[in-house]
């Protein structure tokens, strides 16, 4: 059973940081890309990072360059994603999905629970 698992999620000031982790299960972790992708409240889903099968390419959505950074341990089956000079329009529900492909782009088929991060101005 694929199982993905974010936490690291809460709440900060505005300009923080808070670094997100997924741990993923049931599938070969280091065969696939994966992806961070968030909803705020009210909103619609929005992608937000992606990163490929060996973390040889990384990918972020135009609002998040140069703030967050997405990396992953496949020895640790593990997804991260550090989010520095947090604003309060960052404040969503973050999800880790995992890709189809090794590379990224061709869509998901799982997704884990979300972890929530508020950020106070």
């Known amino acids: 059973e694929v199982q993905l698992v974010e936490s690291g999620g809460g709440l900060v000031k505005s300009g923080g940081s808070l670094r997100l982790s997924c741990a993923a299960s049931g599938f070969f972790f280091e065969d696939y890309a994966m992806s961070w992708v968030r909803q705020a409240p009210g909103k619609g889903l929005e992608w937000v990072s992606a990163i490929s099968w060996n973390g040889g390419s990384s990918y972020y959505a135009e609002a998040m360059k140069g703030r967050f950074t997405i990396s992953r341990d496949n020895a640790k089956n593990t997804l991260y994603l550090q989010m520095n000079s947090l604003k309060s329009e960052d404040t969503a529900v973050y999800y880790c999905?995992?890709?189809?492909?090794?590379?990224?782009?061709?869509?998901?088929?799982?997704w884990g629970q979300g972890t929530q991060v508020t950020v106070s101005s």
């Open positions: 999905a995992k890709e189809l492909t090794p590379s990224y782009g061709l869509g998901y088929d799982y």
